[in-house]
């Protein structure tokens, strides 16, 4: 469901986070994988998003909430069986029926602050009303970009071959109110590596514009005339920080919110 942008970390020099939904026992829960040193991992154990893979974990020792795990990189099988979005998404939200109302980002919140380590830590939320969507060029990225880039280096950043990872190149934020009647508003980040890799393909030299174009036009205003969902995490030494990891938007009506109990 969510692959977040690479981000480099001292004790295991690059960090992908993969995030989504455990089927191998029932009921189905939320997982967390990592560290994955995805872009070095073999074309064959590298795996797309919805894709179904098979793989050996174990629970993180110095990570106690409750979804993360770790992986065995070299156990990673992906089945090539992708959940198509096909339909209106229906296959995917069969999937995560149990999921629609299970929270939302204020509950969320407040239990994480009472429970730093035991508290759930990914769900997929509804917000009830987007206030704010900022999009703007991060200056880290800017600064680097200027500073010259290998053209080669460009092209294989998000291909097989393994090179140093930049800072992501825009920064996208949802400010929003969530399905709580006393939601005083939440902005969060958006650290989708779909994002990130979009903005990254679509920069032209020393002019963003046309990766600023497409995020506005694929991330944002194609959303309009979509039933938003947000699935969220929150990060390991700050438990009540809260971010975007991917976007969920079936077709509106797909999903029955009448038949929930949360936002009855």
Same mark, same amino acid.
């Given at each position: 469901?969510?692959?977040?942008?690479?981000?480099?970390?001292?004790?295991?020099?690059?960090?992908?986070?993969?995030?989504?939904?455990?089927?191998?026992?029932?009921?189905?829960?939320?997982?967390?994988? @990592?560290?994955?040193?995805?872009?070095?991992?073999?074309?064959?154990?590298?795996?797309?998003?919805?894709?179904?893979?098979?793989?050996?974990?174990?629970?993180?020792?110095?990570?106690?909430?409750?979804?993360?795990?770790?992986?065995?990189?070299?156990?990673?099988?992906?089945?090539?069986?992708?959940?198509?979005?096909?339909? $209106?998404?229906?296959?995917?939200?069969?999937?995560?029926?149990?999921?629609?109302?299970?929270?939302?980002?204020?509950?969320?919140?407040?239990?994480?602050?009472?429970?730093?380590?035991?508290?759930?830590?990914?769900?997929?939320?509804?917000?009830?009303?987007?206030?704010?969507?900022?999009?703007?060029?991060?200056?880290? @990225?800017?600064?680097?970009?200027?500073?010259?880039?290998?053209?080669?280096?460009?092209?294989?950043?998000?291909?097989?071959?393994?090179?140093?990872?930049?800072?992501?190149?825009?920064?996208?934020?949802?400010?929003?109110?969530?399905?709580?009647?006393?939601?005083?508003?939440?902005?969060?980040?958006?650290?989708?590596?779909?994002?990130?890799?979009?903005?990254?393909?679509?920069?032209? $030299?020393?002019?963003?514009?046309?990766?600023?174009?497409?995020?506005?036009?694929?991330?944002?205003?194609?959303?309009?005339?979509?039933?938003?969902?947000?699935?969220?995490?929150?990060?390991?030494?700050?438990?009540?920080?809260?971010?975007?990891?991917?976007?969920? @938007?079936?077709?509106? $009506?797909?999903?029955?919110?009448?038949?929930?109990?949360?936002?009855?």
């Amino acid at each position: 469901m969510a692959k977040t942008y690479p981000t480099h970390s001292r004790e295991y020099n690059e960090l992908v986070c993969t995030a989504g939904l455990r089927i191998d026992k029932i009921p189905y829960t939320f997982i967390r994988l @990592y560290p994955i040193p995805f872009r070095q991992l073999e074309r064959e154990s590298q795996y797309s998003k919805w894709e179904i893979i098979n793989v050996r974990i174990r629970k993180r020792d110095n990570d106690h909430r409750p979804e993360s795990y770790e992986v065995e990189p070299r156990s990673i099988h992906p089945t090539g069986n992708i959940i198509r979005p096909n339909d $209106g998404w229906r296959d995917r939200c069969s999937y995560l029926k149990d999921f629609f109302a299970q929270t939302d980002s204020c509950t969320l919140l407040r239990n994480a602050k009472v429970n730093k380590t035991g508290a759930q830590s990914l769900a997929l939320v509804k917000p009830r009303k987007i206030e704010k969507v900022t999009l703007e060029i991060n200056p880290d @990225y800017r600064k680097a970009h200027e500073k010259g880039v290998d053209e080669e280096e460009v092209l294989t950043l998000f291909g097989p071959e393994f090179h140093r990872v930049y800072p992501s190149p825009v920064s996208l934020k949802y400010k929003y109110y969530c399905q709580d009647a006393n939601c005083r508003s939440h902005t969060q980040s958006v650290i989708d590596w779909e994002v990130q890799a979009a903005a990254y393909k679509r920069w032209v $030299g020393e002019d963003p514009r046309e990766a600023l174009e497409f995020i506005q036009d694929r991330f944002i205003e194609h959303f309009k005339d979509r039933d938003l969902w947000f699935f969220v995490g929150n990060v390991h030494k700050r438990p009540a920080d809260f971010m975007i990891l991917s976007f969920f @938007y079936p077709k509106r $009506g797909v999903i029955n919110l009448e038949q929930s109990t949360l936002f009855a």
